[in-house]
């Protein structure tokens, strides 16, 4: 027999149901109309600070030490290699300098063509950071947060975006190569193109050598087939790479690229602190992630990326002169991670999705605060971005091109845009003097015998770039 009360609780169970089927869409749709509120604002702040950026490009104003540094070995690949008379050290692999001296010829300027291809690289960094969180079954939305996340660290806590250095078009190939691992099943084509775009991006910029590895890692655990084929390649590529650089060159890539170095754990101490003002969060959401997730592939590969990177970048920031670019593979990873993290609670709760994403974005806009001394709520830092700086780097630089004879630069860009050659490497070569790798007495005799026409230099404290403990042979330069 039927109980006389089973139609009702039939009819309240499915009533229940209902009910929670409602809430549940609720949710959802608050849910979304946050995150949707939060990518719009983000987006809107990345919009923004890539127009500031356009209206940087021309500008003869050193962005970083590097920008004159890179320009000068661009040139030197049109024009059959830099001047062995100058003191000039190379410990980057060459393919960025063929790529921005081709370009340069276009614009007349290697530091405006490198400056172009960086932004075109941000922008393609940023779509295939979108396509990959796709590929790693995060919807639009939630993908969309990770790559406007990661865009708007690189916007608002660096100066890559729009400088003339190789380490965005590098990231741009790399997180490329890894879209074609991503989708199964894994073709041998698409694990071809996955090596070659990895090996390319080593050869634009020598530290992109986390992912690759926490790929081959991450297959080797869900298809070990797949893993195997990728080192292959990879050393087919690489090797290929190597020997086609000793023909050109006479000489060997990887022991160009291990320059002297002064490391210290104050380097490294003083890189990380910096990194984890924006990174402590997302570390520790990346980490409950994995911890959750631990059986979906794809939460596992954010974290074996995430470790790898800050592993590796961590060796590498403990050298003098190192960046917050040498954990960008770090970030990237924990913007990855942040999409799954979004994905997840977007339909779970409002509570937990707001106090997610306040998490990621609030350290954003103190760092931010802290970067620009809150000169970002001014219009003019906006609209009229580096007009004092434009002025007085146009008299520094006719200033250096009136001079008669060579010219010494800590910051290269000047001496090129003045067309003078470059005469000495300020960093690489101080940092080959502080190990003592190299003997400074002929710098030291060039200076005293005033061989240049003028000397820059942003500080008159030269133990502070370790150039020469000799001091007093700038001062009779002087």
Known sequence: MVPLDAGVDRHHCQHGDGAGVIRRRHIRKRSSYLLDTVI?????FCLLKLLRIVLTLHLRVPLDPNEGWNAYFAEATQVGGPDPNTYL????????FYLVGSVGRLFGDNILAGRIISTLAFLSLAGAIWLAARRMDCGIRAASFAALLL???LLALTDYVGMNDPQLLGHALSTVGMIFLLGEPRSERGIFWAALLLSLAFFTKHNLIALPLALVLWLEFYDPRSALR????????????????????????????????????????NGISQWLAWAFVPLLATALLVWSKRHDKYAVLCGMYVATSFLLGAIF????????????????????????????????????????????????????????????????????????EAHIAARDVAFLGARKGPVLCEEQAL????????????????????TQDRNDGELVGLLKKRHYAALQFYSLKLKDFSLTRRGDAVDEAM
């Open 40 to 44: 719009v604002l983000v987006g809107l």
């Open 89 to 96: 050290v190379n410990n980057y692999p060459p393919l960025s």
């Open 151 to 153: 865009s708007a660290y």
């Open 230 to 269: 990728l080192a292959l390649w990879g050393a087919i590529f690489l090797t290929v790479g190597l020997f086609g650089f000793r023909l050109s060159y006479a000489s060997d890539l990887l022991m160009q690229l291990h320059t002297a170095r002064v490391y210290s754990f104050e380097h490294l101490a």
């Open 317 to 388: 920031m403990s050298g003098a002169g190192v960046d917050l670019n040498a954990l960008f593979d770090a970030d990237m990873g924990l913007a990855l991670a942040a999409g799954q993290v979004a994905e997840h609670w977007q339909n779970k709760g409002l509570m937990q999705l707001t106090g997610t994403l306040a998490a990621y974005v609030i350290p954003l806009i103190f760092g931010l605060w802290q970067a620009s001394g809150g000169e970002w709520l001014n219009v003019r830092y906006w609209f009229k971005p580096l007009a004092n």
């Open 415 to 434: 001496c090129y845009w003045a067309g003078k050659r470059s005469e000495v490497d300020v960093f690489n070569l101080g940092q080959q003097f502080a």
